[in-house]
């Protein structure tokens, strides 16, 4: 049996469950498993001997990959590649497909597309997800990373599959997140959704969704039927006002195991099917307070911020500058991204090969111009394959730092992320290479008419 190569971005959509601390002492090299992918094979270079090893991982009664056989002080990658093709081939004969670890009932196997409602009941867009071929890849990685994530309200399922389907949906893509920076997390407390711990440092992270509003006749606004810039920022400002005040009033700071550190509230755009796309320029001035605005003088651009000390639109009316609010100090920074949505799964599903092979994504938007002379955003367009197209997580991730926090936020500990602060009067960005701002994913397929989300 020769063994198949598996891409890196493949086994590491398959062992979603192995802890970050390995990437401590050994380096992973190259990626293997079966033909079938019952079993998975890694080989690791030691940090501090400076010798090679090989780790095989199986399923277990979760249908979580974890390792069942490990050898290490093999004297160069060679003879630790044979022996683990010897391994593999071993396992491949044997048939086994199950690797019971003796503490799996801890819970039960996260079967995510196993419906826990009546068919009538279903959410439209998680119906899409589960039956749509041109989702396959979203709904294989999906499934997969489920597998190694905990439920502590039990009612997930539920809520995933009815009416909590974009807040569930966020708050799977930020423990995708999390687990790809190399946070350990811990699902077992109730609040905040996520212990996380890195370098000894433990942080806090509650999921917050803008969601629509309710009632009869309400009045969507968005850049197409509101052309006043300023009143369409005041107008953002509220919604996200309106979900970050409900979480602050939760005061997570105060239990006992939250105390003495970093909170973040972690917040993402789904009150309307497009908002995710243009609000996230007016959530930075509502966190700060400030507008701003780039303008094209003979000295070359110059950013004007204004303070702002209240959002009016319509009858509603609320103070700016959620970080200068009482209690706002407790809460270290605010997350945003517009990326926790299926499309961001579709892509990073095909990126690991999951799906209908005959699946075709483009990805056209804009990202921000590194060039101090552009006014605008450059354009983008990228076709989603295995061999030339990379994405991340963390991809579109902003953090924004509160100046009034009691407790600061290490950067470090979310390095791919964009970083904002707000020093002497001025906003200030460190942004990656490639940060893109707005984009959609048209997704063409031979089974189906041609589709396309909208994505960040």
């Not at 080989?43 to 991982?57: E, F, P, Q, R, S």
């Not at 994530?149 to 399922?157: A, H, K, R």
């Not at 002497?424 to 997704?443: C, K, N, Q, W």
């Amino acid at each position: 049996m020769a063994a198949k190569i598996l891409t890196k971005p493949r086994f590491e959509a398959l062992a979603f469950s192995r802890q970050p601390a390995i990437k401590n002492y050994c380096d992973e090299r190259e990626w293997y498993s079966d033909q079938d992918e019952n079993v998975l094979g890694v080989i690791t270079w030691d940090k501090i001997d400076h010798d090679w090893g090989y780790v095989v991982l199986g399923r277990d009664e979760r249908d979580l990959f974890r390792a069942i056989e490990v050898e290490v002080s093999v004297p160069d990658i060679e003879t630790a590649r044979s022996k683990l093709f010897m391994r593999l081939s071993y396992y491949s004969v044997t048939g086994e497909k199950v690797f019971p670890q003796g503490d799996e009932t801890r819970q039960k196997k996260f079967e995510i597309f196993k419906l826990a409602v009546p068919q009538e009941q279903l959410n439209p867009n998680f119906r899409l997800l589960r039956e749509s071929n041109g989702y396959s890849p979203a709904k294989e990685i999906i499934a997969e990373i489920a597998h190694s994530f905990e439920d502590p309200d039990g009612n997930y399922l539920q809520q995933f599959q009815t009416t909590g389907y974009d807040a569930r949906l966020w708050e799977l893509y930020l423990y995708a997140f999390l687990h790809e920076i190399d946070f350990v997390i811990d699902r077992r407390l109730k609040a905040p959704d996520y212990l996380c711990k890195k370098y000894d440092q433990m942080v806090f992270l509650e999921a917050v969704t803008v969601n629509p509003t309710q009632g009869n006749d309400v009045h969507e606004v968005s850049p197409e039927t509101e052309p006043d810039r300023n009143k369409l920022a005041d107008y953002a400002a509220i919604k996200f006002g309106s979900a970050l005040h409900s979480k602050l009033k939760k005061r997570y700071w105060e239990l006992e195991h939250v105390k003495d550190n970093p909170l973040i509230f972690a917040i993402a755009d789904f009150h309307q099917p497009h908002s995710m796309l243009w609000t996230q320029p007016y959530l930075m001035e509502y966190l700060y307070g400030v507008r701003e605005r780039i303008m094209k003088t003979d000295q070359g651009l110059q950013r004007l911020a204004t303070p702002i000390s209240e959002h009016i639109y319509g009858e509603k009316r609320i103070p700016s500058g959620f970080f200068s609010q009482p209690d706002a100090e407790n809460v270290s920074a605010v997350l945003f991204s517009n990326s926790g949505t299926i499309s961001k799964f579709n892509r990073m599903g095909k990126l690991a090969g999951f799906g209908d092979p005959t699946v075709k994504m483009i990805r056209v938007g804009k990202r921000y111009d590194h060039d101090k002379n552009k006014l605008e955003p450059a354009d983008f367009d990228l076709e989603i394959d295995q061999k030339s197209y990379s994405e991340t997580w963390s991809e579109g991730v902003s953090i924004f730092h509160n100046p009034n926090g009691k407790i600061p936020l290490q950067e470090e500990l979310f390095p791919l992320a964009a970083h904002h602060y707000f020093r002497e009067g001025r906003l200030v960005s460190y942004l990656p290479d490639f940060f893109p701002m707005a984009s959609i994913t048209h997704i063409l397929t031979l089974t189906e008419d041609p589709q396309s989300t909208e994505h960040k």
